[in-house]
């Protein structure tokens, strides 16, 4: 992808991928390599490795792998010439002018940016609401009803919509036509007089920030009885809600210190808990958790405390998010924070009434997901069979879930016990269900890279490394037709044609002319601990394939022979059999 001579090829020339992708994974040196959790795939052991010489990165879990570039466009979801530029900044290489964009993409990086704009103009809009009108000033009443004083308000950007209807619509609309500010989401068209107004009115706004810090979107919280209580942005192009976790951009630092998140339901609870100083929380900003959220998350931990809002809804949404952690393998705890006198309490209401202290404490005692599923179940009226049946229908899909055998089966014996079921009948029903559910369950990437034998993957390793006698070996390889039919052919094959070109072997070049699972089991080969190659070493492995390579004719010699050919056929057969019987015996 990188042309020589190119601002991509310089820069990936200057870029260090082990600082690119330190970036985004906790790496370790581990021998000759980097090693670190993958963040393509869930797992709790490292099996993503990144290698600083070679410059690519491969994961022999799931299989992907490649170059600085093919990792950030994966990671940020962008394509290459933006990749390309990402890196640059992040190497600290200057970034020539956008010439070499194509109109498209400098097109949707302009409206992008724009509507960046856009959102920094109506944060300092609404806040100058807040602050400055009588509206705004019945707005920080109410704030300040809820404990949020001058301080919190600017730390979380807190504003304020107006009532008018088109008070941010006229403010924008002398700077931005009319497409770009419906676009944007913060104004909206009537749809029978096609009339636009604002979005967001008579409310507290929210700024919601990704993960850079950049404002994208806003979330708004009614002053009166308007409905809906809450309202977000809609999706825009620079905001997706299932992308973004509120707090995030803040959190950061503190998930990676403290390894352990507060995952809450809405902004309120997020900034009521970020207040108390507790600054590892993140908020979903809506009651169902998505997977790229998770996928987010899972970049700075893999520990969470879900603290849903305790209503039904909440409840829901917890045993939904659980589903979805567990199948990323998260280490999961519950916090039910306990009704104050007969209301139920969200973490904000918990923490203005009960204080800081109280909340760390309940934090710190949070049980493991699986205390509270049982719990949930326990609710249930066990009395009848019915009623157990149900019970254990609300648990399976949990258990279901847990990727971990022995997890799981510790799991049957607990519900067993506190349900006081039967647990054979009960361990019968499990797997029975996980018969039923095989069909969807995701396939493991296939172990292709064990079917390569050992002499191959060192010949393949010489080809890719040996500068001194590469050429030789791949003309040697090619003359005798040494890899037909090898399971390894492919990636022989590609090796010996850069080999003969007389020029570098790039293993991302190879990578890239080969079929997925070719290329798997490249980088895999690439990995693995290795000496430096001699020529004798590459002459035994040779020889070696020259052995395989006759033990396969004389299979299929000993075949046609059995299959009672003519006469002069035969006669023709058993002196191939002779010769490579011969050539065999002198070989061992
Ligand atoms: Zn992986």
């Known amino acids: 992808m990188a042309e020589a001579g190119s601002f991509a090829d310089r820069v990936k020339q200057q870029a260090d991928i082990v600082r690119v992708v330190g970036e985004y994974v906790r790496l370790k040196k581990s021998g000759q390599n980097f090693t670190g959790l993958c963040p393509f795939h869930a797992e709790k052991s490292p099996s993503f490795a990144v290698h600083p010489t070679k410059q690519?990165?491969?994961?022999?879990?799931?299989?992907?792998?490649?170059?600085?570039?093919?990792?950030?466009?994966?990671?940020?979801?962008c394509a290459f010439p933006e990749a390309i530029r990402i890196v640059a900044e992040k190497c600290g290489i200057a970034v020539p002018r956008q010439k070499e964009r194509s109109p498209e993409e400098r097109k949707e990086n302009q409206q992008r940016s724009v509507l960046v704009e856009m959102h920094r103009e109506?944060?300092?809009?609404f806040v100058k609401q807040l602050e400055g009108t009588l509206e705004g000033k019945a707005a920080r009443a109410y704030l300040e009803d809820r404990g949020l004083d001058k301080d919190a308000i600017s730390q979380f950007g807190i504003g304020y919509a107006p009532s008018g209807g088109d008070a941010l619509l006229r403010h924008l609309k002398s700077k931005y036509n009319e497409k770009l500010l419906v676009e944007s989401g913060l104004v909206s068209r009537d749809q029978s007089a096609g009339r636009l107004f604002d979005r967001f009115r008579r409310r507290i706004t929210f700024p919601i920030a990704n993960e850079s810090g950049k404002i994208v979107a806003f979330g708004a919280r009614a002053l009166g009885d308007d409905m809906p209580k809450y309202l977000n942005s809609p999706e825009t192009p620079i905001y997706s809600k299932s992308n973004v976790?509120?707090?995030?951009?803040?959190?950061?630092?503190?998930?990676?210190?403290?390894?352990?998140?507060?995952?809450?339901?809405?902004?309120?609870?997020?900034?009521?808990?970020?207040?108390?100083?507790?600054?590892?929380?993140?908020?979903?900003?809506?009651?169902?958790l998505a997977e790229p959220q998770i996928k987010l998350l899972g970049r700075f931990t893999r520990r969470v405390v879900v603290n849903y809002d305790p209503d039904n809804a909440g409840q829901t949404a917890t045993e939904r998010s659980l589903s979805l952690l567990l199948e990323q393998?998260?280490?999961?705890?519950?916090?039910?924070?306990?009704?104050?006198?007969?209301?139920?309490?969200?973490?904000?209401?918990?923490?203005?009434?009960?204080?800081?202290?109280?909340?760390?404490?309940?934090?710190?005692?949070?049980?493991?997901?699986?205390?509270?599923?049982?719990?949930?179940?326990r609710q249930m009226d066990l009395t009848t069979g019915e009623g157990k049946l149900r019970a254990v229908n609300f648990l399976l899909p949990y258990v279901q879930r847990i990727p971990n055998r022995i997890l799981r089966s510790e799991w049957a014996t607990r519900i067993a016990q506190q349900l006081r079921l039967d647990?054979?009948?009960?361990?019968?029903?499990?797997?029975?269900?996980?018969?039923?559910?095989?069909?969807?369950?995701k396939t493991q990437p296939e172990l292709v890279g064990r079917a390569a034998k050992p002499v191959e993957r060192r010949l393949i390793r010489m080809l890719a490394e040996a500068e001194g006698f590469r050429l030789e070996l791949a003309k040697h390889l090619q003359n005798a037709h040494l890899y037909h039919g090898l399971e390894t052919e492919k990636i022989f094959a590609a090796l010996v044609i850069a080999s003969l070109s007389g020029q570098p072997v790039l293993a991302t070049e190879v990578g890239a002319v080969l079929e997925d699972r070719d290329r798997r089991l490249l980088f895999e080969i690439l990995f693995e601990e290795a000496n430096e190659p001699t020529w004798e070493e590459a002459m035994s492995c040779i020889e070696a394939l020259q052995n395989r390579q006759a033990e396969r004719e004389l299979a299929d010699v000993q075949r046609s022979i059995e299959a009672n050919p003519a006469a002069p056929e035969l006669r023709g057969l058993l002196e191939k059999k002779q010769e490579l019987m011969r050539r065999l015996a002198a070989a061992r």
Do not use: W
């Open 245 to 288: 976790l509120y707090h995030m951009d803040r959190a950061k630092d503190a998930l990676r210190r403290q390894d352990f998140a507060i995952l809450v339901e809405g902004y309120m609870d997020a900034i009521a808990v970020a207040r108390a100083g507790i600054s590892n929380v993140v908020a979903s900003c809506g009651t169902s």
């Open 329 to 377: 393998d998260f280490e999961v705890r519950v916090l039910a924070l306990p009704p104050i006198g007969n209301k139920k309490a969200d973490p904000d209401l918990f923490i203005r009434e009960r204080g800081k202290d109280e909340y760390l404490k309940l934090l710190k005692e949070a049980p493991p997901y699986v205390d509270y599923l049982i719990a949930r179940a």
């Open 423 to 441: 647990e054979p009948v009960l361990r019968a029903a499990l797997s029975k269900a996980a018969s039923e559910r095989r069909g969807e369950v």
């Open 56 to 77: 690519i990165y491969h994961c022999f879990g799931c299989g992907v792998g490649g170059d600085v570039f093919k990792f950030v466009m994966e990671m940020e979801k």
């Open 122 to 125: 109506a944060q300092t809009f």
